[in-house]
């Protein structure tokens, strides 16, 4: 069954530090996404993208955040300079036909500790 | 208020039992409601997918959606311990290029 992977697993970098966070989107799909997850809270939505541009953005995705898919199959999520508080789980998802598109499925995450 | 609630338990069930989660949110833009699973420190997996009002039904899974009260729910028939995890619900609107916004989630342990 297709799906989503993310690498590295668990990325460890020093306050303002630039990471950058890959993803391959099941191979068909259309839309992809960066969500992120602190410890003990609620998955919260980071970005949208589709057709080579941002869809939509949280109040969260500020300068400091970039998406880029730079190939037919891969997906990323650069963080310039990174802040303790970007410490999280960073999950890419996608989505496929025009007729469900908002029926995500999530890689397994990248553990981000900013020290 | 919250555009979604979830209690996040945690909700202890025996094995076999008739397990309810529930939802309730603000928005009435929202039209595709989602249950994932999520176990510790893994990505949320999807359950079901349910747009607009009404039952959906998948093996030992049922999702309903009412949007007059703005309240969904998911049912686990025959509940297993493998069904122990953190179930997340998750909605959208579609002007809103995509974006899930997610309850809280409810850890469920399902004893032998």
């Known amino acids: 069954e297709p799906e989503v992977t993310q690498t590295p697993s668990h990325q460890v970098t020093q306050m303002g530090q630039e990471v950058i966070l890959r993803c391959v989107p099941i191979?068909?799909?259309?839309?992809f996404y960066w969500y992120r997850q602190i410890l003990g809270q609620k998955v919260e939505f980071l970005v949208s993208?589709?057709?080579?541009?941002?869809?939509?953005k949280s109040e969260i995705f500020d300068d400091q955040f970039s998406v880029e898919r730079p190939d037919g199959s891969n997906f990323t999520l650069k963080i310039r300079s990174t802040k303790l508080e970007d410490s999280a789980m960073y999950f890419c998802?996608?989505?496929?036909?025009?007729?469900?598109?908002?029926?995500?499925?999530f890689g397994p995450g990248t553990r981000l500790t900013v020290t | 208020q919250k555009e979604v609630e979830q209690d996040p338990g945690p909700l202890s069930v025996p094995e076999g039992a008739i397990v309810s989660l529930n939802c309730t949110y603000s928005?009435?833009?929202?039209?595709?409601f989602m249950w994932y699973r999520q176990y510790s420190r893994k990505g949320p997996e999807l359950l079901m997918y349910?747009?607009?009002?009404g039952n959906k039904e998948d093996g030992r899974f049922t999702a309903q959606v009412d949007k007059s009260s703005k309240y969904i729910s998911l049912f686990i028939r025959d509940s297993q311990p493998s069904d122990s995890a953190t179930y997340l619900c998750?909605?959208?609107?579609?002007?809103?290029?995509?974006?899930?916004?997610f309850g809280q989630g409810t850890e469920l342990s399902v004893k032998p």
């Open positions: 998802a996608s989505s496929g036909s025009l007729k469900v598109p908002y029926e995500q499925y």
């Open positions: 349910t747009y607009s009002s």
């Open positions: 191979s068909n799909h259309l839309y």
């Open positions: 998750a909605m959208s609107d579609r002007n809103q290029g995509g974006k899930l916004i």
């Open positions: 993208f589709y057709n080579n541009e941002i869809s939509e």
């Open positions: 928005n009435s833009a929202f039209q595709y």
